[in-house]
């Protein structure tokens, strides 16, 4: 993973500024007709899911009072995993990003909806949909890329401590709603700058904290002693819920901005940056999952990543329908749409945590002089 800028090859070369804006177009046209027509039947989809969320986390939660039985253990383990799953990724993820305020619901609102997580929603709000969704792969600006604990781009400095960054991958993977967390106040930054004795730091570190006591209090404490003498077994498969949940949500985000084929860009690229190269950036930057429609559910609809960068305040359901028109367009375009199914991507985003790990290969000859983002010549 090389920026854009400085590769022997640029992607987007053949493409004049005013492709790019015939793009932005575009693009701003299919936008227009998902929201001309959501409605009704979009209201059912998102009410369908939450009910189904919650009837399978009461459901799995009342099998585990008896998970001192191996079957009931297996079975309320999967069902909790399953819920906490769509609680956080097609649920919570989309309802605070606004894609379902126009219902003007206030229990499915992106001001009000509270999440099985242990990171306050305005945080993960400010840091996700203001900053990342801003800066999509922009190293520097991005801290989605590698979460701020990874390199993950040749061109930043190697140092011997990055040797651990698959074993700080895989910690995080395992405690990710805490990574998330710990991310979403920028932690690692405030402690580096002196910031974290600010008042403002303290009282967002206090929210973070009063959260994470809210969820532990539920998770380990409430439920496990309702269970009585499952006590024990019922944390267990507590932990092994949530264990399973951080696991797949971390795969799932890997998946969306770090397998082969997705790009970065130098923060000077995006000085002046255009409607039109905002989409293209994000075009670009993001890497889609090919898989059922099960599988689209439980990734939150991030298995269509592209078509969520480009829309992120659009339905999720609306994301399958709306991914031909796009991937036609890369066609048109003569742009790459990265995707392949999960194991292969998971597989390429964690070969790019350990190849990055390790010192740049030198390579023989001269680098070559990189074209600039966006050529003046016609296409």
């Not at 007709?33 to 986390?57: C, F, M, P, Q, S």
């Not at 710990?182 to 904290?209: M, W």
């Not at 339905?315 to 028109?325: F, K, V």
């Not at 991937?327 to 375009?333: I, N, S």
Request: charged share 20%; proline share 6%.
């Amino acid at each position: 993973m090389t920026v854009i800028q400085k590769k022997a090859v640029n992607p987007i070369a053949h493409l004049s500024a005013e492709d790019i804006e015939i793009i932005g177009k575009e693009l701003d046209a299919i936008r227009d007709r998902v929201i001309a027509d959501r409605g009704e039947r979009d209201a059912r989809y998102i009410r369908k899911v939450i009910k189904t969320h919650r009837t399978l986390e009461l459901s799995s939660r009342a099998v585990l009072l008896f998970s001192f039985f191996p079957p009931a253990w297996i079975v309320g383990t999967a069902g909790l995993a399953v819920a906490k799953i769509l609680d956080n990724m097609e649920i919570g993820h989309n309802v605070l990003h606004g894609q379902w305020d126009w219902m003007r619901d206030p229990k499915i609102h992106s001001t009000t909806w509270d999440w099985d997580h242990v990171s306050p929603p305005d945080q993960w709000q400010h840091s996700h949909n203001q900053l990342h969704h801003r800066y999509t792969n922009v190293v520097g600006k991005d801290n989605d890329l590698g979460y701020g604990i990874m390199r993950v781009d040749e061109d930043q400095p190697w140092h011997p401590v990055h040797l651990g960054q698959p074993l700080w991958n895989l910690i995080n993977a395992c405690f990710f709603q805490y990574g998330i967390a710990a991310y979403d106040l920028e932690l690692g930054h405030n402690l580096r700058e002196g910031r974290h004795k600010t008042p403002e730091f303290r009282a967002r570190a206090r929210a973070v904290g009063r959260k994470i006591r809210r969820q532990v209090l539920k998770d380990y404490l409430v439920h496990p002693l309702l269970s009585g003498p499952s006590f024990l077994s019922t944390l267990a498969a507590t932990f092994t819920a949530n264990l399973i949940r951080n696991l797949w949500s971390h795969s799932v985000i890997m998946c969306g901005h770090f397998p082969n084929g997705v790009e970065t860009f130098e923060k000077q690229s995006i000085e002046g940056e255009t409607k039109g190269e905002w989409y293209l950036r994000q075009m670009l930057g993001s890497a889609n999952i090919s898989g059922s429609k099960l599988m689209h559910i439980m990734t939150g609809n991030l298995s269509f990543q592209i078509e969520h960068h480009l829309f992120p305040d659009l339905p999720s359901n609306r994301y399958q329908e709306i991914a031909p028109q796009v991937r036609a367009l890369f066609d048109r375009y003569g742009l790459k749409y990265t995707t392949g199914p999960l194991p292969k991507q998971v597989a390429s985003a964690w070969w790019k945590v350990i190849r990055l790990s390790l010192p740049n290969r030198r390579r023989k000859g001269a680098e070559p002089v990189a074209p600039a983002l966006v050529s003046s010549s016609p296409a």
